[in-house]
């Protein structure tokens, strides 16, 4: 027989003093320590206690610290490992656990008593009526490995039936029992019973599935926390070479900028550090999901190779509850802009002004690396879009060719009846807004990429507290806020857990809030600067806000800003969705008209409504209207230019939203999303 694995020291070790556990009491996290240890630790804590070691919190039982479960699988783990101690210990000698005779060598170990017994006690063990049906194991056997460590160890006995071994399970209760429970307090009748043999392989094997799950993730973390260190390297690096040429820049003219250059370096430092804490607090984080996949795992993988099926059987509930929501985990992002601060001298005016140059921290988010190791679809499972150049990605503009992937709305109970806007939130799903029917008042309705209906979003608190009332416009911020613009006089947010958190209204060029007017809050967008431009159709007017909903500025524009995009150099694309005159405008900063993007010839009818921009500032529109009557998706140059057609494969399209690092193309119509792929 093959010899089982050592046990792992780390596990039977206590988290707080280092040392074996003692009295091991498991949270729920896994992570067990000592019962004396743990209560110290949560000396003058009242209602939860933090593990040292996962940081995660956790009520107390109200028995105290004594009522968390006992890691039984310590215990095993523990006599298990004293057991593999004794027998490959160099120049050890185990004496006889019966008669302690320090001449006495060991010869056998008895299963029954837990003990080493030598030749002598060993006859006398035979003799004894109360002795003669123990199972005794050559000492020789033990130590060559021969005979499995794993397979000797005493068997669990029932707390209630005294010397009864626990050999079924019972699946109604998740707990172990012996023959005698199966008769008192488990019958048949009302209780499903299984061998313990035949749970704990199907107990096996759903952990060992769990565990395939969690390894993904736990590979997903590594390589995430990887890119932080790169990220670090760079950032390290980079800021030498910034230093340098710096320095460069100021040895023209020393005499006159010292005192210049040396405020310029304590910036680049000053933003370095902030960097740094930035990729600090980002590893803290990946290093923290390491160490629960890890502790978990490791755990998990004793249980699983080296513990007994009693051992399996006593952790299953709670392994499984962990490694679940550890499989379901979603790692920390790595922002790679954070890992490279630059400078870049200024010649023409170092003579005239004591500024060396411009700083900037991060790259082109357009060459921003991938984490290495993780592929791109990874990576965007996990970051945060939203229709703004903050969504841009490998610069893919112009026509192109696209081929129609996936289509849905109509699934289940959530069939759309006025689609108006999409976008994606800070977890990959679809957010998609649905004006509904007259009177319904409309929803935001949450999908996965694939069209499954996931659920809608917090809205039921009345419209003072987040209710939507026949929603418009969603972006989603970097953060994984959700914005939505409705037929009120306030802009709705939300966190990324979906839930309502506050409103706020617009101001007018003339510093009228629209709470105090007749307002409708339609076009929404976020700029380079991350900040909020929201339309407001009646005045005319596009207000721009910081994310917490404060005012900054607010420009007169000619139409109705119903749709708004952002291009990379700060101009604006601006439908009136079927306002009055139908039209589709780009303006300057400040509002003024650059060009009218004119409708193509072949098009008899033309409403403009959903806007968004690629990475090379090429404009993508909707003309919502029939498939038979030129609606579709078009696109023209920023400089009001038609390009061409990109597709006609829609009808009705009204929103818009890009996924330009994996080629995607979303669009909402009335009663379906349909989203397009570029070949």
Not at 630 to 658: F, N, R, W
Request: charged fraction near 25%; include cysteine; charge should be positive.
């Amino acid at each position: 027989m093959a010899r089982s694995k050592p046990v792992t020291k780390d596990l039977t070790d206590c988290g707080i003093c280092l040392l074996t556990i003692e009295e091991p009491k498991a949270l729920p996290c896994l992570h067990s320590y000592c019962l004396k240890c743990l209560s110290q630790w949560a000396k003058g804590k009242k209602d939860k206690v933090r593990c040292p070691i996962c940081s995660q919190d956790f009520p107390i039982p109200p028995e105290g610290i004594k009522g968390f479960i006992t890691n039984f699988v310590i215990n095993t783990l523990k006599d298990r490992r004293e057991l593999e101690e004794k027998l490959h210990a160099k120049d050890a000698r185990v004496i006889c656990s019966c008669c302690g005779a320090t001449d006495s060598k060991a010869e056998a170990y008895c299963t029954d008593c837990g003990g080493f017994i030598c030749e002598d006690c060993g006859a006398t063990h035979r003799k004894i009526l109360v002795f003669q049906d123990h199972k005794t194991i050559p000492y020789i056997d033990l130590q060559s490995g021969k005979v499995d460590i794993k397979s000797v160890m005493k068997k669990q006995c029932c707390k209630e039936h005294k010397g009864q071994v626990l050999r079924f399970y019972c699946k109604t209760c998740g707990v172990l029992i012996c023959h005698e429970c199966t008769i008192i307090d488990h019958p048949t009748s009302s209780h499903s019973l299984v061998n313990l043999k035949h749970a704990t392989k199907e107990q096996r094997s759903e952990v060992n599935q769990l565990m395939t799950d969690c390894n993904k993730v736990r590979d997903m973390v590594e390589g995430f926390l990887k890119s932080a260190e790169q990220v670090q390297h760079n950032l390290e690096k980079s800021l030498e070479k910034a230093k340098a040429a710096l320095h460069q820049a100021a040895d023209a003219e020393r005499d006159k900028i010292t005192q210049k250059e040396k405020e310029q370096e304590a910036e680049l430092s000053q933003a370095a550090a902030v960097s740094k804490k930035q990729i600090e607090a980002q590893k803290e984080s990946l290093q923290m999901q390491q160490t629960r996949l890890q502790t978990a795992l490791q755990m998990a993988t004793e249980v699983t190779q080296t513990g007994s099926d009693h051992d399996l059987a006593l952790v299953f509930s709670s392994l499984k509850d962990n490694l679940s929501q550890l499989r379901d985990m979603k790692p920390g992002t790595v922002d790679g802009n954070l890992g490279e601060v630059k400078f870049t001298p200024n010649p023409s005016t170092l003579s005239t002004a004591l500024s060396l140059g411009s700083m900037s921290i991060g790259r082109n988010k357009s060459n921003a690396p991938a984490s290495p190791g993780v592929k791109k679809t990874e990576i965007s499972a996990i970051r945060s879009y939203s229709k703004s150049s903050q969504s841009r990605g490998p610069r893919h503009g112009g026509i192109g060719t696209w081929k129609l992937s996936i289509q849905f709305g109509n699934r289940g109970q959530q069939i759309l009846q006025d689609g108006r806007d999409i976008a994606i939130t800070s977890v990959g799903e679809l957010i998609v807004l649905d004006n509904g029917h007259y009177g319904s008042h409309g929803q935001a309705m949450l999908f996965n990429q694939s069209g499954d209906f996931k659920h809608s979003l917090d809205t039921k608190q009345g419209l003072k507290s987040g209710q939507i009332s026949y929603p418009w416009n969603v972006v989603v911020s970097q953060d994984g806020r959700i914005f939505i613009t409705h037929l009120v006089s306030h802009v709705n947010v939300y966190d990324q857990n979906r839930t309502y958190k506050y409103r706020f209204p617009t101001k007018s060029p003339s510093n009228v809030s629209s709470d105090a007017q007749d307002t409708a809050l339609y076009g929404l967008a976020l700029d380079n600067q991350g900040c909020l431009l929201v339309g407001e159709c009646n005045q005319k007017y596009i207000s721009k806000h910081r994310l917490d909903g404060s005012h900054v500025s607010s420009i007169k524009v000619t139409i109705q800003p119903g749709y708004i995009a952002v291009t990379s150099t700060d101009k604006l694309i601006v439908s009136n969705g079927g306002w009055s005159y139908p039209i589709a405008q780009v303006l300057d900063p400040t509002g003024n008209i650059l060009h009218t993007l004119k409708p193509p010839s072949d098009v008899s009818s033309w409403i403009p409504y959903g806007i968004c921009c690629t990475a090379d500032d090429d404009i993508y529109i909707a003309n919502c209207q029939p498939a038979s009557n030129g609606g579709g998706i078009y696109c023209y140059s920023i400089s009001g230019q038609y390009m061409g057609c990109i597709t006609k494969e829609v009808d009705e399209p009204t929103g818009l939203a890009l996924i330009e690092s994996e080629n995607k193309m979303l669009v909402v119509e009335s009663k379906s999303v349909k989203i397009f792929s570029r070949q």
